[in-house]
Nanobody, 120 residues
């Protein structure tokens, strides 16, 4: 079992910045892709950004140029630096991690979510 602990959410004014962190712990053999999703009220959960074990990244069009995803493999931690925040970025942000096991199976884990609120 793997546990994900998120931190860094909060309330910020439009144009401000926040940094989210997500630390994985537990029975970890190998971590593959790490990512951030978000879900606003009444909307479906959507991918915000993801980073592979090799460092390749991809972003939702709505956050390109404003958000940066990174990871520290030694700490099993993924970060999301969010700049130039807009009210439409308001959502619960979820960390997602794909772990690999020695038998070549994979499992996805979700964090508990952290609220990000951007005021206008």
């Amino acid at each position: 079992q793997v546990q994900l602990v998120e931190s860094g959410g909060g309330l910020v004014q439009a144009g401000g910045s926040l940094r989210l962190s997500c630390a994985a712990s537990g029975n970890i053999f190998s971590i593959d892709t790490m990512g951030w999703y978000r879900q606003a009220p009444g909307k479906q959960r959507e991918l915000v950004a993801a980073i592979s074990s090799g460092g390749s990244t991809n972003y939702a069009d709505s956050v390109k140029g404003r958000f940066t995803i990174s990871r520290d493999n030694a700490k099993n931690t993924v970060y999301l630096q969010m700049n130039s925040l807009k009210p439409e970025d308001t959502a619960v942000y979820y960390c997602n991690v794909r772990t690999l096991y020695s038998d070549n199976t994979a499992t996805y884990y979700w964090g508990q979510g952290t609220q990000v609120t951007v005021s206008s």
